[in-house]
């Protein structure tokens, strides 16, 4: 056992400190601090790892599963138009087994989905987050008849039955508009109405923050050094809201991924035979294929599964590791 320091009384402050080494006492950002509750938080890792590897197989995937529309005669039963073999057709060549009738390979058509469905939830989570929170802001700081006015109009998008709009919406748009046709088409139409009338649920949160934030000591400062709107803005209160933003938008995505899902579910998606999860699942039903064997409604089911779980654990675990008194 060592023995204790022995320091004399008259000791300058130095001494104390002597031989500690500074990184000892070295202090940490609210940024460290955060990921340090976030890697203790396991479950949120494992779904932080599971959206990563999600992303990886949409980007790179489809360029090593081959082409989802590719049509393989030779591997369906000419009489029963069914998947050679059991389980679906499941062979070295085709791990996940082919469709019937048209013999296309599941895996490459899920790896594809994960492309198109992630794409267009990920672009529409982005929209409804910068609307909301450019409209949130505004409100929340300015107050008055501005805040009445863009509250109101939240509500109305609240309130609104955003899945009847949607389906009255693509089929009233043609099949070319806006200089565009086909699934580009589609896919600009799936983002707007999935992204535009998804934004109050982020401004109703950015807004309350900003409520919150604008009466605190750092504005004050700001204002009595002649700061302007703009400059507390975009200088004090946006940095300041950075937290809420990731948190929630993390927790918007496995929404609209659902949304999406169904959309494409009730035929209003990218056209066929570009393949979608929803897509999948809506052959896989109306078709009856589910009845030659379960695993081509599974597969489909089982990645909006996983993906919107994954999601969400994340979206869990960066909320509780930003605002530790929200548990």
Not at 16 to 23: C, I, M, Q, R
Not at 65 to 94: C, K, M, W
Not at 119 to 124: D, T
Not at 198 to 218: C, D, H, T
């Amino acid at each position: 056992m060592t023995a204790p320091l022995e320091l004399p009384a008259d000791a300058a402050p130095e001494a104390v400190l002597e031989g500690v080494s500074s990184a000892a006492i070295q202090g940490r950002s609210l940024g460290q601090i955060a990921w340090l509750r976030l890697r203790r938080d396991k479950v949120a890792i494992g779904g932080g790892v599971v959206v990563v590897l999600l992303i990886l197989v949409a980007i790179v995937g489809p360029y090593l599963v081959g082409d989802p529309t590719t049509y393989h005669e030779n591997l369906i039963n000419a009489t029963f138009s069914r998947p050679n073999g059991p389980f679906g057709g499941i062979s070295f060549a085709h791990p996940l087994g082919v469709e019937p009738v048209t013999g296309r390979d599941v895996l490459s058509r899920v790896v594809n989905g994960a492309r198109w469905s992630l794409s267009i939830s990920i672009l529409a989570t982005f929209l409804a987050v910068s609307i909301g929170t450019f409209l949130g802001v505004l409100a929340g700081y300015f107050g008055g008849w501005l805040d009445a006015v863009l509250a109101r109009t939240m509500d109305v998008f609240l309130a609104f039955p955003l899945l009847v709009f949607a389906l009255a919406l693509v089929g009233v748009i043609p099949n070319h508009a806006f200089g565009l046709s086909g699934n580009a088409l589609r896919f600009c139409l799936l983002i707007f109405v999935i992204g535009f009338f998804n934004w109050p649920y982020m401004g109703r949160i950015i807004r309350g923050q900003a409520l919150s934030l604008k009466v605190r000591e750092f504005v004050d400062a700001a204002r009595s050094l002649g700061a302007r709107g703009p400059y507390i803005l975009f200088r004090e209160l946006l940095p300041n809201l950075w937290g809420p933003i990731l948190v929630y938008s993390t927790l918007l995505l496995p929404t609209n991924i659902l949304f999406e899902a169904a959309l494409s579910y009730l035929g209003v998606g990218l056209y066929p035979p570009t393949p979608t999860w929803g897509g999948m699942l809506s052959d896989a039903v109306n078709n009856q294929w589910y009845s030659i064997d379960p695993e081509f409604m599974l597969v489909p089911g089982l990645a909006i599964f996983i993906t919107v779980m994954a999601f969400n654990l994340f979206g869990d675990g960066l909320r509780d590791a930003l605002d530790p008194k929200s548990r």
